[in-house]
């Protein structure tokens, strides 16, 4: 999309002029430390691993659909240079990652959402044995069959139809066409991102609406289904689905930066305990500038660093 297109120019271009002023300063960190988590991969890693061939093991990782692409193509760009590791990478949903992890099953968590938020109660404690490495920051957006005949909504109306008050496209102006809901299970990051931030409210799954477990599927469904809507992280959009602005804001990342598009969360990538020496050189991996302004900009998520604001655990949005 053309917008997409712009920013990620833009915000390449400025992230690359912010950091030619760190020069070779190996010790540098390019990680916000924002409130409500600990970002243990916050300190900057060369390219190249210090223990270079030497590395070796597997890493299992699971978790959050919105942030899987990113993580599998920095694990592939990662292993060319660490021959001795693999890396498998798989989806499931925030809950999903946030529990394997909890439990050990995985050595990294996925999730849109801060551990606090998924594990309560019974696993509360769990939580607290988690360390929260904030990799990038991910925007959520509605977005519909391209000839639903919408360009924006409001809150009240995305609220209206995802509770079922409205259900033809011709009562939000658009088309008389029935609206068929693509939903995210309740254990999606991206759904507690979509129903905290656009929202403002949980939502009961209605009858006749369809879930899918992956951001992938639910952007196929999306463009193949007419009627359909949905939500998606902006790493998955294109012209196959229409991009809907929120309340007159457009979801481009200029907007999300500067805190006028409230639709956005970090992405998370939580180890159980600090993670062991080849973990450990992963994250850091990902943190380095190289992926940050290359990767992470590339794939449609935003660096945290270049965020204007910030958001804890509780939803507070504060101004840097």
């Known amino acids: 999309m053309q917008f997409r297109k712009t920013w990620v120019m833009a915000l390449a271009l400025t992230s690359v002029v912010a950091l030619s002023a760190c020069g070779n300063n190996n010790g540098g960190n390019n990680a916000a430390t924002n409130n409500g988590g600990t970002n243990a991969a916050a300190t900057n890693a060369p390219t190249e691993t210090s223990s270079g061939a030497d590395l070796s093991?597997?890493?299992?990782?699971?978790?959050?659909?919105?942030?899987?692409?990113?993580?599998?193509?920095?694990?592939?760009?990662?292993?060319?240079?660490?021959k001795g590791v693999d890396i498998q990478v798989q989806g499931g949903g925030s809950g999903t990652?946030?529990?394997?992890?909890?439990?050990?099953?995985?050595?990294?968590?996925?999730?849109?959402?801060?551990?606090?938020?998924?594990?309560?109660?019974?696993?509360?404690?769990?939580?607290?044995?988690?360390?929260?490495?904030?990799?990038?920051?991910?925007?959520?957006a509605a977005v519909s069959h391209p000839d639903a005949g919408v360009d924006s909504l409001t809150k009240q109306q995305l609220v209206d139809i995802f509770t079922g008050k409205v259900t033809n496209w011709k009562e939000v102006g658009g088309k008389d066409q029935k609206i068929q809901i693509i939903n995210r299970p309740s254990s999606s990051g991206t759904r507690a991102t979509f129903e905290g931030f656009a929202l403002g409210t949980k939502t009961e799954d209605l009858q006749g609406s369809i879930q899918e477990d992956s951001s992938g599927t639910v952007k196929k469904m999306i463009g193949e289904t007419p009627g359909a809507?949905?939500?998606?992280?902006?790493?998955?959009?294109?012209d196959s689905v229409k991009t809907l602005n929120y309340d007159g804001v457009e979801p481009s990342v200029d907007n999300v930066v500067s805190g006028k598009y409230p639709v956005w969360a970090y992405e998370h990538m939580y180890?159980?305990?600090e993670p062991n020496e080849t973990v450990k050189a992963f994250l850091d991996?990902?943190?380095?500038?190289?992926?940050?302004?290359?990767?992470?900009v590339e794939l449609g998520y935003i660096p945290a660093s270049q965020m204007q604001v910030s958001r804890d655990v509780a939803g507070t949005v504060t101004k840097k």
């Not at 809507?229 to 294109?238: K, M, N, R, T």
């Open 57 to 82: 093991g597997s890493i299992l990782a699971s978790g959050s659909t919105a942030l899987q692409p990113l993580v599998e193509q920095v694990a592939e760009k990662f292993m060319e240079t660490n």
């Open 97 to 140: 990652g946030l529990t394997q992890v909890a439990e050990k099953q995985v050595d990294i968590g996925n999730s849109d959402v801060f551990a606090e938020e998924k594990l309560k109660d019974a696993d509360a404690e769990k939580a607290k044995a988690l360390v929260d490495h904030q990799v990038a920051v991910v925007a959520i």
């Open 229 to 238: 809507i949905g939500y998606l992280a902006l790493s998955y959009l294109d």
């Open 271 to 273: 180890t159980n305990g």
């Open 285 to 296: 991996y990902i943190m380095t500038p190289e992926v940050q302004t290359g990767d992470v």
